[in-house]
């Protein structure tokens, strides 16, 4: 069974451009989470979808935005790229959690996003 | 508010040797999940094990053991003979009744010399 799969794998930009970073969820998972890693703050919950609708952000800006798509892929949308945008950005998915809470996450490869 | 405390910055140890992962959680949901993931090189975060708060027995799974004390407020990961592919950074996370998302630890990197 194939696992969470993202794209691209690196991605460089400069600031004041915009990214998208892919991600597609194992098959039958339904919830997708993105994640940042950033140098020296650790793993922090951007965003979550489950069935196609935003169900919580983190503490981020609005310019973090994103998607989820009919087939349960989602999109990661990062605006106005500040230097500080350079992470490690990790998706991860679950089955529903609608019904049972607290499904494990199972992660991807993540998506290296350099800002110059 | 959820926190996960992950005190061991950095570990060094000599291959075959055990080593113990600490994990303080802080949590005011009675029930919640505690799980520990490896972070290779690679970057991509590996599944270990998942706990219930209700569950406090302990587990092993070949050279791996989590210690569940609710007591205390622990969650620590030991292996056992430890080896050169067991080198990478493990986070202990958190997942309260009252949110989906995972509160990660800082992260502990593990170093296995042969």
């Known amino acids: 069974e194939a696992g969470v799969t993202q794209s691209p794998t690196h991605l460089i930009k400069t600031r004041g451009q915009q990214a998208t970073l892919r991600c597609s969820p194992i098959?039958?998972?339904?919830?997708v989470y993105w994640y940042q890693q950033a140098l020296g703050l650790g793993l922090q919950f951007l965003l979550w979808?489950?069935?196609?609708?935003?169900?919580n952000r983190g503490n981020f800006p609005p310019r973090f935005s994103g998607r989820q798509f009919p087939n349960y892929s989602s999109e990661l949308n990062v605006n106005a790229l500040e230097l500080e945008d350079s992470a490690l950005y990790l998706c991860?998915?679950?089955?529903?959690?609608?019904?049972?809470?607290?499904?494990?996450?199972?992660f991807g490869p993540g998506t290296r996003l350099l800002v110059l | 508010a959820q926190k996960v405390t992950q005190a061991q910055t950095e570990i060094s140890v000599v291959e075959k040797e055990d080593v113990t992962l600490d994990c303080v959680y802080e949590?005011?949901?009675?029930?919640?999940?505690l799980f520990w993931y490896k972070q290779p090189p690679s970057g991509e975060l590996v599944f270990l094990i998942r706990?219930?708060?209700?569950?406090?027995q302990n587990e092993i799974s070949g050279r791996y053991s989590w210690n569940f004390q609710k007591s205390t407020s622990s969650f620590n990961f030991t292996i056992t003979a430890s080896q050169v592919v067991d080198s990478a950074v493990y986070f202990c996370?958190?997942?309260?009744?009252?949110?989906?998302?995972?509160?990660f630890g800082k992260g502990t990197k593990l170093s296995v010399i042969p």
């Open positions: 979808y489950d069935e196609g609708e935003e169900r």
């Open positions: 991860a998915s679950s089955p529903s959690s609608g019904r049972v809470r607290q499904e494990t996450q199972y």
């Open positions: 098959s039958g998972h339904t919830s």
């Open positions: 996370a958190l997942n309260g009744a009252g949110s989906y998302q995972l509160t």
């Open positions: 949590t005011r949901d009675t029930t919640y999940y």
């Open positions: 706990r219930n708060s209700f569950d406090e």
